[in-house]
Protein backbone atom coordinates (compact mmCIF):
# COMPACT_ATOMS: atom_id res chain seq x y z
CA UNK A 1 0.00 0.00 0.00
CA UNK A 2 3.38 2.41 0.90
CA UNK A 3 4.54 2.07 -2.62
CA UNK A 4 0.79 3.16 -3.89
CA UNK A 5 0.41 5.79 -1.79
CA UNK A 6 2.06 8.45 -4.14
CA UNK A 7 0.10 7.47 -6.85
CA UNK A 8 -3.30 7.79 -5.49
CA UNK A 9 -2.42 10.99 -3.97
CA UNK A 10 -1.35 12.09 -7.61
CA UNK A 11 -4.51 10.90 -8.72
CA UNK A 12 -6.74 13.06 -6.13
CA UNK A 13 -4.75 15.91 -6.42
CA UNK A 14 -5.00 16.00 -10.30
CA UNK A 15 -9.03 15.24 -10.28
CA UNK A 16 -9.11 18.20 -7.64
CA UNK A 17 -7.40 20.16 -9.80
CA UNK A 18 -9.12 19.51 -13.14
CA UNK A 19 -12.38 20.62 -10.89
CA UNK A 20 -10.88 23.31 -9.84
CA UNK A 21 -10.08 24.63 -13.68
CA UNK A 22 -13.39 23.46 -14.73
CA UNK A 23 -15.40 26.50 -12.49
CA UNK A 24 -12.78 28.83 -12.27
CA UNK A 25 -13.65 32.21 -13.67
CA UNK A 26 -11.80 33.85 -17.06
CA UNK A 27 -12.29 36.78 -15.31
CA UNK A 28 -8.43 36.15 -13.27
CA UNK A 29 -6.26 36.80 -15.96
CA UNK A 30 -3.61 38.72 -14.23
CA UNK A 31 -0.86 37.35 -12.71
CA UNK A 32 -0.28 38.93 -9.20
CA UNK A 33 2.83 40.55 -9.00
CA UNK A 34 6.36 38.89 -8.36
CA UNK A 35 9.15 40.99 -6.39
CA UNK A 36 11.62 42.66 -8.41
CA UNK A 37 14.54 40.34 -6.45
CA UNK A 38 12.70 37.15 -7.82
CA UNK A 39 11.44 39.10 -10.79
CA UNK A 40 15.44 39.02 -11.59
CA UNK A 41 16.06 35.29 -10.96
CA UNK A 42 16.70 32.11 -13.31
CA UNK A 43 13.86 30.20 -12.48
CA UNK A 44 12.92 26.20 -11.73
CA UNK A 45 12.12 24.07 -14.55
CA UNK A 46 8.74 23.74 -12.95
CA UNK A 47 7.91 26.88 -11.52
CA UNK A 48 5.72 28.30 -13.38
CA UNK A 49 4.12 31.25 -11.04
CA UNK A 50 7.56 31.92 -10.19
CA UNK A 51 7.96 31.87 -6.47
CA UNK A 52 10.91 30.22 -6.04
CA UNK A 53 9.51 26.53 -5.50
CA UNK A 54 8.02 23.76 -7.15
CA UNK A 55 4.30 23.81 -5.73
CA UNK A 56 1.03 22.18 -6.37
CA UNK A 57 0.24 26.12 -7.42
CA UNK A 58 2.42 25.16 -10.66
CA UNK A 59 0.94 21.88 -11.15
CA UNK A 60 -2.56 23.50 -11.36
CA UNK A 61 -1.54 26.54 -13.72
CA UNK A 62 -0.08 23.94 -16.10
CA UNK A 63 -3.17 22.53 -15.94
CA UNK A 64 -5.66 25.44 -16.07
CA UNK A 65 -3.41 26.43 -19.27
CA UNK A 66 -3.93 23.09 -20.87
CA UNK A 67 -7.15 23.34 -20.39
CA UNK A 68 -8.16 26.96 -21.32
CA UNK A 69 -5.19 26.71 -24.75
CA UNK A 70 -7.43 23.32 -25.60
CA UNK A 71 -10.51 25.46 -26.40
CA UNK A 72 -11.15 28.02 -28.86
CA UNK A 73 -10.74 31.78 -27.43
CA UNK A 74 -9.19 30.15 -24.51
CA UNK A 75 -5.66 31.53 -22.67
CA UNK A 76 -2.51 30.61 -24.12
CA UNK A 77 0.48 30.19 -22.57
CA UNK A 78 3.72 32.15 -23.04
CA UNK A 79 6.70 31.34 -24.30
CA UNK A 80 7.83 31.95 -20.85
CA UNK A 81 5.07 29.20 -19.51
CA UNK A 82 6.16 26.80 -22.05
CA UNK A 83 9.86 26.84 -20.84
CA UNK A 84 9.03 26.28 -17.17
CA UNK A 85 5.86 24.29 -17.18
CA UNK A 86 7.18 21.69 -20.01
CA UNK A 87 8.96 19.41 -17.47
CA UNK A 88 9.07 16.46 -19.69
CA UNK A 89 10.77 19.06 -22.34
CA UNK A 90 8.23 17.08 -24.78
CA UNK A 91 7.38 20.78 -26.42
CA UNK A 92 3.67 20.64 -25.61
CA UNK A 93 2.27 21.93 -22.20
CA UNK A 94 0.20 19.57 -21.20
CA UNK A 95 -1.71 16.62 -18.33
CA UNK A 96 1.96 15.32 -18.44
CA UNK A 97 3.68 18.18 -17.23
CA UNK A 98 0.95 18.48 -14.44
CA UNK A 99 0.80 15.34 -13.55
CA UNK A 100 5.46 15.09 -13.28
CA UNK A 101 4.99 18.22 -11.34
CA UNK A 102 2.91 16.49 -8.93
CA UNK A 103 4.92 13.42 -9.09
CA UNK A 104 7.45 14.99 -7.81
CA UNK A 105 5.88 17.18 -5.17
CA UNK A 106 4.48 13.95 -3.91
CA UNK A 107 7.97 12.15 -3.72
CA UNK A 108 9.68 14.96 -1.93
CA UNK A 109 6.66 14.78 0.40
CA UNK A 110 6.98 11.05 1.07
CA UNK A 111 10.55 10.62 1.02
CA UNK A 112 11.89 13.97 3.33
CA UNK A 113 15.78 13.36 2.41
CA UNK A 114 14.85 13.81 -1.19
CA UNK A 115 14.47 17.74 -0.81
CA UNK A 116 17.64 18.50 -2.72
CA UNK A 117 16.82 16.68 -5.79
CA UNK A 118 15.52 18.78 -8.84
CA UNK A 119 12.74 17.99 -10.76
CA UNK A 120 14.72 16.77 -13.95
CA UNK A 121 16.91 14.56 -11.38
CA UNK A 122 13.64 12.79 -10.37
CA UNK A 123 12.27 12.91 -13.68
CA UNK A 124 15.44 11.29 -14.82
CA UNK A 125 15.42 8.84 -12.40
CA UNK A 126 11.83 7.72 -12.77
CA UNK A 127 12.17 7.66 -16.41
CA UNK A 128 9.27 10.09 -16.75
Known sequence: MKKHLPMILIGIILILTILACAVKSNAETEEPGVPEEIA???FLLGDIDKD???TTQDAYKVLCLY???SVEGGERP???QKRLGDVNEDGVLDGRDSSAILAYITNVAVNENDETMSIQA???????
Open 52 to 54: GAV
Open 67 to 69: ASS
Open 40 to 42: QEE
Open 78 to 80: TEE
Open 122 to 128: FLEEMQY
